[in-house]
């Protein structure tokens, strides 16, 4: 990371998964919103000034979605846009199809929306890769109708990316809806809307560079989707998110949306370039270490690693300034092990000794040969507590 903003204690920030920094020009972005009043739904003039600030974010957003303007809903982030569209699209009839390796925001909300009917949800496996076993949809098509089909883009544990095509095809052939939580490839990789053809995709700006606590669903036009928003009121967001808008939040997003777009390949060679020197780094040093979905297409920025016997807290913990992450960071607190590992077939020992890093658009090469150092140091260190402390 950038010195100058981790000047006080000089971290290595390699947790993009978990948040990005701010973007200076989201930053600006925000702070020009907040100094200024004005509800983006009043009349007067300074109304019209706040709404122009959301106009804009919305077509930042749009340009780097290639959607249009009018198909984005904002929300406080991919949480509720993935809460929404799945009890959204679970009113039609039919099943919800996911994958066991999504994101809890994903997993929770279709075992919440199907409680009490454990038929209308079917989970997809993975290989020991990560990549999703696409087998068995023809026969769950086949046997039953679907309401939606929701698999991620990029895995937040791993970067394993899948690719949509054949699933939106086979999908939408079968009157199923499709849904994407790409909240980990928006703004890493570049996203085509009219190619990629869902439905629904849900995002949240600070992945990207943005804000925390806004994000955003895109719905496609004449999607036939039940009219269920979450929260209902003053009709906000045409209906499909009532409330005052985050200005502030939705024009840093905007920003943010913007910056990413406009060095989105050069910058996804780049990132992947650190990231291969992060793990030639970390097998020389730390033999027997394992890369998590290596044999699958990943996201540039993002290795999780595990060191076999190597408790991952106890790993973290002896590098306090570098800032990585065991396994989820949204679920971390959580004593359970990574469901995405164990879907894998990793053991839970395995689960239990992975780590994240994760890098993005202030990374820099210093930030992978100080993270490279401090991370052989901490499982070197972590090893001889082990031994030291192992039965004789
Ligand atoms: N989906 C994925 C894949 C994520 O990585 C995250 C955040 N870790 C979310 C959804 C939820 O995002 P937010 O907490 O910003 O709502």
Redesign the pocket.
Known sequence: MAEARAAEVDIVYLDY??TAPLRPEALDATLAALNSVGNASSMHHLGRDAAARVDAARRQLAGLLNCSTGEIIFT?????A?NLALRAAYARSGALVTTAV??P??LETARAVTEGEPDSLVLLPVDGDGAVDLEPLDGIFRERQVALVSV?L???ETGVLTDLTPIVKAAHEAGALVHT?A??YVGRLPVDLDVLDVDLL?L?A??FGGP?GV?ALFLRRGTSLPHRPLLVGGGHERGWRAGTLNVAGIAGLGAAAEAAGLKLQSESARVSDLRNALEVGLTARVPGCRINGAGAPRLPGVTSITFPGMPADAVLAAMPYVAASDG???SSGAPTPSHVLLAMGRTRDDADSTVRFSLGYDTTRRDIERGVDAAAEAVAQVRSVLAATAEP
């Open positions: 998964n978990a406080s982030g991919a949480t509720e993935n999504e994101h925001a994903i991620m990029a895995n937040n939580d909240t980990q849900s949240s600070h992945k925390q994000g989820s960071a949204c």
